[in-house]
């Protein structure tokens, strides 16, 4: 991900994304409700019905990559919020209270739609949220999947969604619209194909392409999904991808090993990480959280086939599933160590973590590392500490 | 046994309830199934056949805990799983955590993986009381953990042994409600620390012998509390998720403060209702759940928290409010600046004290606690 090495499609997402926010703040203008909802979310539904859907974590994490998040943590901790909480939280409730807002105006909610397939936290900020914007709040609830699927859980998210079909049916005043619904779950079926091959290339030896350059381009996964717009993009980046391939440009300059990375990058130092690793010719290729955008629906079963896509999501399963899982990814990609980020945002993400390193090393045998750190918040990134770690796995490579 | 007695019985078990629940497993034979917070539906272990018992955290140890949990999860889980680790929780046969927050969440898998149990479960209530969807859940959740009881002790439960269980539940709420009240009309014969000890033993006692005991103390407390002393007390109400630590209540007492309500796990919230003994059983179970008292885990749309703790503190004419908060407890503090701003639209003032498990200086919890009294009894 290095400057010269960026991709010409970069230019096509800054567009596109400083589109996204210009819709949100145009249809704030035209009465078009504006939804908050989270990354995990079935945003087809609410796509499918004209609402526009904002993402207040996708805030969070620019306040992160902008390095201002802890300026906006401190107005939310001087109400009583602290910084043990997830920073995008943090960042969303400060710019509630903040007279500065140093990534622009978090966009005002018009009612909030809420998953927590991903996590407590997003339904704790949301009632929050709820509460400062006077907005209705709705929450889908996900009962973790501790085994294998169940009808019971399965059959308790459809009802969640046709409760909130009626909800949002009151808010529109208007029928729901399936035939719309068909629509959009084949743009993102699309879009989200696209999104996978391209990931798929990083397993390439050398690849064109890696985590950090994913980290880079997914915003429109997340926020754009559904829409045509993420079907053109992801397919230009897919054309600028094997173009690279044909041409022998590849992710950096010298590959020489493959990781796997563990989970949400440290937003304000994604460029600090993507030139350590690319200067031991390491390679991060894959990592559970670039990878969760992989739906696929089924039109013939719009609902039950949502409830399948976002219940099962990996932050909805347990311990033993998660460790396999990141196993799979480290087998098709070939990597030759990984490393987990114990993110002191996300506890989800980051309990368990000590456990599964073991696991993982004795299962696969390859060299692994645990990092603390946030992935907003500098005040808790210590590079010294960091970079020795890494350094030491750097050495059990070679 | 006259009231001093009795009091000291239920402290001492509380000190000792290692021992106490080592020895009924040897005297009865019987299995006890560990669970952590309270939402878990106690009635369902007990019509099994088992002994529910509630596991409370402790306040060493904790060091044996970083190799598997980062030292930023709150303090509660972390000391109940440091129990595990350190082999003091050897007597039990099975564990159920219910998934309230992020941190039940995940450590279920950490805890199965560290220190497996014959019988582990989750107890994977719904976070949303609102809609109908969570009673159908809920009652197939509830329908769930039967099944793996029964699987765990290898017969059907049926539904009389279900409302067996629910019944004594309901007498045991009773008479702890009943000593609430005595408690509120006369602190000084029974004090808030004794009050709350109480309720702790209820969590780590079989329902049998706890309810003998709370009977007599009744009688007892009856006989001693004539008079009332309660118009001379500061009248508080505690909101967070568990009393800890204990000694708070002792700074109370000293403080000449009377704890008439609170939203707390192990406190009010715990004995607040009853399960309805008619119809179907895990109906009334999922029923009694859905409409408990709003905690941080899930606050409800129609009966949101700081209301209820607004409407709690006006109808007890309470003078003041402590948030007793756990570091790292996530949930309390996304509800605190809300739950605060309530209070200070209705002018009473609020104290919020931030303790763990093994980690809270007593000096200056007695100090502030004091401060926070003279500060609102001065206001009578
Ligand atoms: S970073 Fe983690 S805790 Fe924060 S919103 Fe995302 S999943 Fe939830």
Redesign the pocket.
């Known amino acids: 991900m290095s400057k010269k090495n960026a991709f010409k499609t970069t230019g096509l997402m800054k567009e596109l994304m400083a589109n996204y926010y210009a819709k949100g703040v145009e249809a704030k203008k035209n009465g078009i409700p504006v939804a908050w909802v989270?990354?995990v979310f079935p945003v087809e539904l609410l796509y499918a019905a004209g609402l526009f859907p904002y993402y207040p974590?996708n805030f969070?994490a620019m306040a992160g990559a902008r390095k201002v998040a802890n300026q906006l943590s401190e107005v939310a901790e001087t109400k009583g919020y602290f910084n043990d909480l997830?920073?995008?939280?943090r960042c969303g409730i400060g710019d509630a209270y903040a007279d500065e807002h140093p990534v622009g105006k978090i966009i005002k909610p018009d009612l909030l739609l809420c998953c927590n397939t991903?996590?407590g936290?997003?339904p704790k900020?949301f009632e929050a949220a709820g509460r400062f914007y006077n907005a209705p709040y709705f929450l889908l609830d996900s009962p973790q999947i501790v085994e294998q699927p169940d009808q019971l859980c399965k059959q308790y998210f459809v009802d969640q969604l046709k409760e909130m079909v009626s909800f949002i049916e009151e808010i529109t005043g208007k029928p729901y619209d399936y035939d719309r619904l068909s629509e959009v779950l084949a743009l993102s079926n699309e879009a989200c194909r696209l999104w996978n091959e391209i990931l798929d290339s990083a397993a390439l030896k050398p690849a064109p392409f890696g985590f950090f350059d994913a980290c880079f381009h997914m915003a429109p996964i997340v926020t754009w999904r559904g829409t045509p717009e993420a079907v053109t993009y992801y397919r230009a980046l897919k054309d600028e991808v094997d173009e690279r391939l044909n041409k022998g440009v590849y992710a950096i300059p010298d590959e020489r090993y493959k990781i796997y990375f563990d989970h949400?990058p440290v937003w304000p130092k994604l460029r600090w990480f993507s030139d350590l690793f690319a200067n031991h010719g390491a390679l991060v290729v894959a990592s559970q959280y670039t990878h969760s955008w992989a739906y696929s629906f089924d039109l013939n079963r719009p609902l039950e086939s949502l409830a399948e896509n976002y219940t099962e999501q990996f932050?909805n399963r347990s311990f033993n599933y998660r460790i396999q899982l990141k196993i799979n990814f480290m087998e098709k990609y070939g990597v030759d160590g990984f490393v987990l980020f114990s993110?002191r945002?996300?506890?989800?993400?980051a309990f368990g973590l000590y456990d599964k390193h073991k696991v993982i090393s004795q299962k696969t045998g390859l060299p692994g590392v645990v990092f603390d750190a946030d992935?907003s918040d500098l005040r808790f990134f210590s590079e010294n500490q960091v970079k020795t770690r890494l350094e030491t796995f750097f050495e059990q490579l070679s | 046994m006259i009231t001093s007695q009795l009091i000291s019985y239920f402290n001492e078990t509380i000190n000792d309830h290692d021992r106490f629940v080592e020895q009924w497993k040897r005297t009865s034979g019987g299995k006890v199934i560990g669970f952590l917070l309270t939402d878990v539906p106690e009635e369902l272990i007990h019509a099994a056949g088992f002994f529910p018992y509630g596991i409370c955290g402790s306040n060493v140890g904790q060091e044996r805990v970083d190799a598997h949990l980062q030292n930023w999860a709150c303090s509660l889980v972390r000391s109940s799983f440091a129990l595990a680790l350190q082999g003091r929780l050897d007597f039990l046969d099975g564990l159920i955590i219910p998934q309230t927050c992020?941190t039940t969440r995940m450590v279920s898998g950490i805890w199965k993986h560290a220190r497996p149990l014959p019988l582990m479960e989750n107890y994977l209530l719904p976070r949303q009381v609102d809609r109908p969807s969570a009673r159908t859940y809920l009652v197939g959740e509830l329908t769930r953990l039967k099944g793996r009881l029964e699987n765990y002790r290898g017969t059907v439960i049926t539904n009389d042994e279900i409302s067996k269980s629910i019944s004594l539940y309901n007498s045991n709420r009773k008479l702890l409600r009943r000593i609430f009240s005595l408690h509120e009309q006369n602190p000084e014969c029974i004090s808030n620390r004794n009050l709350y000890a109480l309720i702790r033993a209820a969590l780590i006692m079989p329902r049998e012998i706890l309810n003998d005991h709370l009977r007599q103390l009744v009688d007892a407390l009856q006989q001693d509390c004539q008079s009332s002393s309660a118009a001379a007390q500061t009248r508080l109400i505690i909101s967070g998720s568990v009393i800890e630590p204990l000694e708070i209540l002792d700074y109370i007492d000293q403080a000449g403060g009377v704890v008439v309500g609170d939203d707390l796990q192990n406190g009010w919230r715990y004995i607040e209702a009853d399960v309805r003994e008619s119809g179907d059983p895990l109906e009334a179970l999922a029923d009694y759940q859905i409409n408990r008292i709003p905690f941080a885990a899930y606050d409800t749309v129609s009966n949101p928290r700081r209301h209820f703790l607004v409407h709690l503190a006006s109808q007890k004419q309470a003078q003041g409010v402590i948030f007793l908060h756990l570091k790292y407890c996530e949930t309390e503090n996304y509800d605190y600046y809300d739950n605060m701003q309530a209070f200070n639209k209705i002018s009473i003032p609020t104290l919020r004290i931030e303790t763990e498990f093994g980690g809270s200086s007593m000096g200056q919890l007695s100090t502030r606690v004091q401060a926070f009294m003279e500060m609102v009894g001065g206001e009578v």
């Open positions: 989270t990354a974590e969070g997830c920073a995008y939280a991903q996590c936290s997003l900020w949400i932050v993110n945002s996300c506890k989800p993400n992935m | 992020d």
